[in-house]
């Protein structure tokens, strides 16, 4: 068994080990990719943590131009607290015309000091921990700030270099319904492509990848900045009208943070599932290990 | 079993890492005032794209059947107390500071000035939005009036109520009264406007009687109820705690467009 000490100085460990025979390894993250995006992870876990933290301040979402405590009709979702008949509190989340107990993690969880607290999204799951509007809206609008900036520098930057068009939008001949089928079910069956059927994004990976960066992060901003009242007067009325409303606005700004975190889950698991020492180097040195090629 | 144990004891471990790494970045002065410097790219964007902007008007279809009043709804305050027994007869609209000429009102001559009706949409900063009707008297042309000196730079309204609440950071204190105050592109935006009357009716006292600020390109809380004094000013760092405003002082954002 080869020692450390056997090891060229000159080398590295750990390239010395892993080091894949020529043909395997390419260039797949430019820096600017990779650099927006780690920053791109940064402002959107301090967004989602800190956007719980402010949508705690009013746990309830409606449909239209407005909607408060009275707008019974216009209320499709809310979470709170109540007592079951024996006095026992409990937490209640609604969607539409469910209505389920989620006690121990919405309206009534316990906080960071182990004792139960009546709120809509637990302490450890908004920033900062304890229920702060004020705090959470400055760090919400410094990143959302951050966000915008270096979502249009990845735009920009992949529209010229043709990052987009090129390795991210879906293929028109990937789109044949065998092809996704096919994909959907090696995905099932966990065997993921590898060798140079790994050298460019299969067609779930577009269409999830494309789904993010060109529908979901931009209602994202759009729907962030129909309910400034300030932006909306700016913009003449087309926000929040474009959602029909601020109050639908604000409805579609949390189902699209539900799909961001949908995202995220599935996006961690496959890169944990697919390999994640080669897919985490290739988002921080930009080379991709393509592997050997999976016998059929 | 051990490696399960010693397994979820890390997992504990980092989540708890986790936490007070944030609450010691949450509580962290230097880490919120440089997370603060967001709220002039704010100011600054929008002052830029919409200047002169109006708020979206609405109809008498799209008004909120109850109209939330929030904050303050039932001032206790003595003086406040006597003017709503007098039906404010006695009451005075104060509109001082950096003026040539200071003008005080009575609540008839606010009701006789020219007014302006609108149908807006009024966000609070908690999420919740109404759309109500109001009508009163520019802002503006009554600044004008009373010929604002050059060196004013913002317009302060100071209110009959105390909210109480908090009071204190960094030694100073507050009284608890009610002010905020607004930059000079507010004061005379035309939808900037001292409302006396809501949906046709003399205001009630639950949403400000007898007058109280529509600012409409702006949040909730910058909606001053109970007026009782306008004062320009070119300064208000030595007001209460400082930050122009009673939740601008307890840690919300001066300009309230977001």
């Known amino acids: ?296 | 079993m051990t490696v399960l144990t010693r397994r979820s004891l890390i997992g504990v471990g980092a989540g708890g890492l986790l936490l007070s790494s944030c609450d010691k970045l949450s509580n962290s002065v230097g880490a919120n005032d440089f997370v603060a410097k967001a709220q002039s790219a704010t100011y600054g964007w929008q002052r830029l794209v919409g200047r002169q902007a109006l708020a979206q008007e609405f109809t008498a279809a799209d008004i909120s059947p109850v109209f939330k009043p929030n904050g303050s709804t039932n001032p206790k305050d003595d003086d406040y107390r006597r003017h709503v027994d007098e039906g404010f007869a006695n009451w005075k609209l104060k509109i001082d500071g950096l003026v040539r000429k200071p003008i005080s009102l009575s609540l008839a001559d606010l009701r006789a000035l020219p007014a302006r009706t609108q149908i807006t949409r009024h966000d609070c900063v908690e999420g919740w939005s109404a759309i109500g009707q109001w009508t009163g008297p520019q802002l503006g042309p009554l600044l004008k009036a009373a010929g604002l000196l050059p060196t004013a730079k913002y317009i302060v309204f100071h209110c009959a109520d105390n909210y109480g609440g908090e009071i204190s950071k960094g030694g100073a204190q507050s009284t608890g009264r009610y002010y905020e105050s607004i930059d000079l592109i507010d004061a005379f935006h035309p939808q900037t406007i001292i409302a006396h009357t809501m949906r046709g009716q003399p205001l009630d006292v639950a949403h400000g009687a007898p007058c109280r600020m529509r600012i409409e390109r702006q949040l909730g809380y910058k909606q001053a109820k109970y007026v009782m004094r306008i004062e320009a000013v070119d300064s208000f760092a030595k007001m209460e705690l400082g930050k122009g405003g009673y939740w601008e002082d307890r840690g919300y954002e001066w300009y309230a467009g977001i």
């Open chain 1, 1 to 296: 068994m080869a020692s450390v000490a056997d090891t060229p100085p000159s080398q590295p460990l750990a390239d010395t080990v892993v080091a894949p025979p020529p043909g395997r390894v390419y260039y797949r993250h430019r820096v600017v990719t990779r650099i927006c995006h780690w920053i791109n992870v940064l402002c959107i876990g301090f967004l989602i943590a800190s956007g719980l933290n402010i949508f705690n301040a009013h746990p309830a979402l409606y449909w239209g131009q407005y909607g408060a405590n009275n707008d019974d009709a216009r209320r499709w979702f809310e979470i709170g607290a109540s007592s079951k008949a024996d006095g026992t509190p409990i937490g209640m989340t609604r969607v539409g015309p469910v209505t389920v107990n989620t006690t121990g993690i919405l309206g009534l969880a316990k906080g960071t000091d182990g004792q139960q607290l009546a709120q809509g999204f637990p302490e450890w799951a908004t920033f900062p921990t304890n229920r702060d509007l004020a705090t959470a809206r400055r760090w919400h609008f410094f990143f959302a700030w951050l966000f915008i900036l270096n979502g249009l520098t990845y735009l920009i930057y992949g529209l010229v270099t043709r990052h987009l068009q090129d390795d991210v939008w879906p293929r028109l001949k990937q789109l044949a319904p065998a092809n996704i089928w096919h994909d959907i079910v090696e995905h099932a069956k966990l065997k993921f492509p590898r060798g140079e059927n790994d050298k460019e994004y299969h067609i779930l990976q577009r269409l999830a990848y494309a789904g993010t960066v060109f529908v979901i992060l931009p209602l994202m901003v759009l729907t962030g900045l129909s309910m400034s009242p300030g932006f909306d007067a700016a913009a003449h009325g087309f926000l929040p009208q474009l959602f029909g409303g601020r109050s639908s606005a604000r409805s579609i700004h949390f189902i699209v943070m539900d799909l961001t975190i949908a995202f995220i889950i599935v996006h961690v698991a496959m890169v944990v599932l697919s390999g994640p020492i080669h897919q985490l180097r290739s988002m921080i040195t930009g080379w991709y290990d393509t592997g050997k090629e999976r016998r059929p």
